[in-house]
């Protein structure tokens, strides 16, 4: 399957021969973890205000979202070194920020994985347990399963989820009935009366989350850890975000079909996906509403697996690059990082197991008690900035020495990293302004 290929690093590296749909993994793995629930429910509120005349910014989303991931994939790939390697030479205050971040972050994360998972499980079984216990129930699964298993067993298991999503909500958007004129018109670039908001939301929301950072990871997780996957990278990221644009058009159809016309409202976050079942209950049935119902587990828990497996990967990563810089081992007098993350080492790890258990126990104390106004606070301020420190960072470095000359940015990269970031900028303040301070 592979050939012996100097890269002119003085390093032979195993290339394949060629980009092949067998190789995608990664990518599955990234477009399941980043798309939640909320991601869900916000492109439905926009389908139901708007119909389908932003249907062209789910488009550019899904272009927007290929270049940050494909800088993220490229930065591991070129340099054999990882996005947090990378962030540590700009400077301390990266770190500091980083683990201010993954701490709280990791925190209300947690609750929040563990009661979206749980709302659809309580409305397929209504006489079983409550949300609470079955949201503790989904954590200890996710935990006992990242736990256990490496990144082979994780990537299927992501796989099998991903196409649950997938077929349940292509389904639904075919039983609405969706207006092909009208999907199209919608491709053409408008901003009616107050879109202005949600057609920044849908360009720069859905899928976008630490996990796209944890990207890298995974394809060095999957064994990719030179530039003879690249290639690979690239077309494993492409149908990554083609399929999370194929959810968001899907979700915009539903939402102008079954919401628009009639004038209905969902609550917002996870729970409006509780409303579209009833409604989808009274237009088709119960057993469309069930297999609704069954989508959304599907992509509330993927994202909870997701992420116990993806920033785990990073804190670990994270607590041993401290470890050598305090003994003084400099990441050139060690082997590769990216192939450390490859042969499994970092998912036996005492730090990659202490981010699971983080991610666990001490968020169920949030499930019983109001959320400390002060943490939700810093948690909307630190996650409202991650997006827009991302794309900027991966600007940097991409044009830097840092990054061999040959996988540097070229005009349409530092082009769509930079709009990233300057839109990403823009959604931070207006997050930061929402925040209830």
């Known amino acids: 399957m592979a050939d012996i290929t100097d890269t002119g690093t003085d390093e032979a590296v195993s290339r394949p021969r060629k980009s092949s749909w067998t190789y995608i993994g990664p990518g599955i793995v990234v477009a399941a973890t980043g798309v939640g629930a909320g991601d869900l429910v916000a492109t439905l509120i926009a389908g139901s205000k708007f119909g389908y005349t932003l249907m062209w910014a789910a488009v550019i989303g899904c272009v927007v979202k290929i270049s940050l991931a494909e800088a993220t994939g490229r930065w591991h790939l070129a340099t054999g070194r990882t996005l947090f390697e990378g962030w540590r030479s700009l400077g301390r205050w990266t770190t500091v920020y980083f683990a201010v971040y993954v701490l709280v972050w990791g925190f209300v994360y947690g609750a929040t994985a563990m009661s979206s998972s749980a709302l659809p499980i309580v409305a397929l079984f209504p006489d079983g347990p409550g949300l609470k ?55 053409a670039p408008v901003l009616p009366d107050g879109s202005l908001l949600y057609t920044l939301g849908l360009i720069g929301g859905v899928g976008g989350t630490i996990t796209m950072a944890a990207y890298g990871y995974w394809v060095n997780a999957k064994g990719w850890t030179n530039t003879g996957w690249m290639k690979v990278m690239r077309l494993d990221n492409r149908v990554a975000y083609i399929t999370t644009g194929l959810f968001v058009v899907a979700m915009l159809i539903i939402g102008a079909e079954l919401l628009h016309s009639s004038q209905i409202a969902l609550t917002k976050g996870d729970r409006g996906l509780i409303d579209l079942g009833t409604i989808l209950e009274d237009r088709f049935g119960a057993t469309t509403a069930k297999l609704f119902l069954v989508g959304f587990f599907a992509t509330s828990f993927s994202s909870l697996i997701g992420v116990w497996h993806g920033v785990s990967l990073m804190f670990a990563d994270f607590v041993e690059r401290i470890r050598k810089d305090r003994v003084g081992v400099a990441a050139d007098e060690t082997k590769r990082t990216t192939e450390e993350v490859a ?17 666990t126990f001490p968020p169920i104390s949030l499930l019983f008690l109001d959320e400390p106004f002060g943490l939700v606070v810093v948690y909307g301020v630190l996650g409202a900035f991650f997006m827009p420190f991302l794309a900027l960072t991966l600007v940097w470095l991409l044009n830097s020495s840092r990054t061999p000359k040959e996988w540097r940015n070229g005009i349409l990269s530092n082009v769509m990293l930079s709009a990233a970031g300057l839109l990403f900028v823009v959604l931070c303040v207006q997050q930061v302004r929402d925040i209830p301070w």
């Open 133 to 187: 216990t079955w949201a503790v129930i989904t954590g200890l699964i996710g935990l006992v399963f990242v736990w256990f298993n490496q990144y082979a067993v994780f990537e299927r298991v992501m796989t099998v989820l991903i196409g649950v999503m997938f077929v349940v909500v292509m389904y639904v958007a075919i039983r609405v009935a969706p207006d092909l004129g009208a999907s199209f018109a919608g491709l």
């Open 343 to 359: 042969s499994g080492e970092r998912e036996r790890s005492v730090p990659f197991r202490a981010y699971l258990l983080w991610l």
